[in-house]
């Protein structure tokens, strides 16, 4: 059977699958445990901790937008990379970004100071990262988040999963950023692909929840059985939800990055504005591999603006309709501050080194009529 394109795959999932009422929409089973149809026969459904049908719905369609051979649902985006991190084996070698999202670097260098793994945290965008770490490490996993957050830096995944398989590494992308609309790491040649279904996928600011794909049949019985293990499986509803956001992710992900490319293109002839950061823009570092690897440059977009933290607090007061929060990919969009906020924890030689300054302002781009929102912004603008 020949494959379809993303929107109709995200348009049909379980479309029709109700063989009792025919209902349109699949059914919600909120159901905890299901009957036995006979004693000592193994069936689909038992416990829905293990497996529940509303979940895999979800499942089965994010296994098919990221051209896998299947995953698991989570309770949410840290309990995903929780499960990872559990199905590798003790004193484990693993290489993250210097950069990556708080919440993995809290998981596992604290993992590390436990002394269960080996994490190194490194400059993954490096051009001796690919030549000399990797080979110099021998990892067992490494870890990529591309693009970065907040400064949208790409690494190239098809040349770092090489390098991996020459020393039987496996390689986990993070692809919260882009949704399996805009970047499929598995074709790339990664063997696990996590999502914060928080963000994009689910899209309505109304779910916390994470998924695991993979297109490894040894690494999914793994995943599966942790999975289950530790009882970090999500819930039906959350499930149920979050297949309502998957929906229409394909045409909101084109509107994000219509109103994120809207907002660059307002900030780029700015008096007010210091540095952009954002992948469309040629000159962004990671614009060339970006452009090779992705299939869009997101809805997400950095900028320093003039004035230090006055200018930030100024631009964040006039365009006060907008809300100061930390999470990202609903339909509303959202200012961060990440100096204070989602990298408050790191120290400042830390944020200098990664290239987080006190003027640098994230921008979620939502799904606002396209005039409004650059009012929003010239409002902010004009503060500063
Ligand atoms: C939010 C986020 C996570 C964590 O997901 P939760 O659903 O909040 O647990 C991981 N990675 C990235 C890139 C994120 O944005």
Known sequence: MKKFKKETIAA??????????????????????FKYEELGKEQEYEYTRETNPSRDHLINALTQLENGLGGEILSSGMAA???????????????LPHDCYGGTHRLFSSLAEKGIIDAYFVNQGEESFCKKTIGEIDPDLIWIETPSNPLLQAVDV?????????????????????????QNPLKLGADIVMHSTTKYINGHSDVIGGALITNNQKILSKLKFWANA???TGSPFDSYLTLRGLRTLGIRMEKHEKNAAAIVELLSTHPKINKIYYPGLPSHPSHTIAKKQQNGFGGMLSFEVLGDLAGVKNFIEGMNTLPLAASLGGFESLVSHPYTMTHGNLTPDQKKEVGISESLIRISAGLENTEDLLKLVNRGLNKI
Request: hydrophobic residues 45%; charged residues 15%.
């Open 230 to 232: 530790l009882g970090i």
């Open 12 to 33: 049909k999932a379980g479309i029709g699958s109700d063989t009792q009422h025919g209902s349109i929409v699949p059914p919600l089973y909120l159901s905890s445990n």
């Open 81 to 95: 990379i929780t499960l990872v991190a559990n199905i590798l084996n003790i004193n484990s070698k693993v290489i």
């Open 158 to 182: 098809k040349k770092i999963s090489k390098k991996a398989k020459a020393c039987d590494a496996l390689v986990a992308v993070d692809n919260t950023f882009l949704s399996p609309f805009l």
